[in-house]
């Protein structure tokens, strides 16, 4: 079964401190990663997608990578601030349509002051 | 300003009744998806539809249904059968050229 597990479920960090999340997917065939953000009690907004061959890509403060070998994702915020409080959502996908898409649980990151 | 628009934002409903979650979107995407969220877990998908008059079951279809009559409609219908039907409804679109777009959510609760 394809899975994607992230890490930590959650986190507590200080307002213009930098931040790191993990993602681990056994998803296969590959086609490519997506970092997703979604604010309490609204739907997901996506922040990056990437395919096998991007190892980094950036959006803003965010920045994702990609070790498509070790079927490793991480998700980097650089000097974080209250709006970054969210749930960040790590989705994978085995096929071009998005009908073949495995969803991780979530990391919820809360900033504060 | 294009986008996906769910009605209504919050639903109760006793048990035993049927209820329609709307979604609309004007982003002229081909394909729409209803996700399910519950605390914890990864969404999962409830049925998804790639063009008008033709929908697929996803991985939790029971208790569902749906109708694709018209390209930028999608509503969704929990059924008395659906066990547990409380959660947060998530409607989505995407099209080759754009990923998945989604609405802001419908939080049903039955009692």
């Known amino acids: 079964k394809n899975q994607v597990e992230q890490s930590p479920q959650s986190l507590i960090i200080l307002e213009g401190k930098n931040c790191t999340l993990q993602?681990?997917?056994?998803?296969?065939?590959?086609?490519?990663l997506r970092w997703y953000k979604q604010d309490t009690g609204r739907g997901p907004v996506s922040l990056t997608i990437?395919?096998?061959?991007?190892n980094t890509k950036s959006n803003g403060r965010y920045t994702a990578t990609l070790d498509a070998d070790t079927k490793q994702s991480s998700l980097h915020i650089t000097a974080s601030q209250l709006s970054d409080s969210a749930s960040y959502i790590c989705v994978v996908s085995a096929h071009q349509g998005d009908y073949k898409l495995s969803f991780g649980a979530g990391t919820t990151v809360t900033v504060r002051a | 300003d294009g986008g996906i628009t769910q009605s209504p934002k919050y639903l109760f409903r006793k048990e035993g009744q049927n209820v329609t979650l709307s979604c609309e979107q004007n982003l002229n995407h081909d394909a729409m998806y209803w996700y399910r969220q519950d605390p914890g877990q990864g969404l999962r998908l409830i049925y998804y539809?790639?063009?008008?008059?033709?929908?697929q079951k996803g991985d939790i279809a029971e208790g569902y249904s749906v109708s694709r009559e018209k390209k930028e409609s999608f509503p969704l219908t929990v059924t008395s059968a659906q066990k547990n039907p409380t959660a947060f409804y998530l409607c989505?679109?995407?099209?080759?050229?754009?990923?998945?777009?989604f609405g802001n959510g419908t939080r049903l609760t039955v009692t």
């Open positions: 990437m395919t096998f061959s991007e």
């Open positions: 539809s790639q063009i008008v008059n033709d929908f």
């Open positions: 993602c681990n997917y056994t998803v296969s065939p590959f086609s490519n």
């Open positions: 989505a679109s995407s099209s080759f050229s754009s990923p998945l777009h």
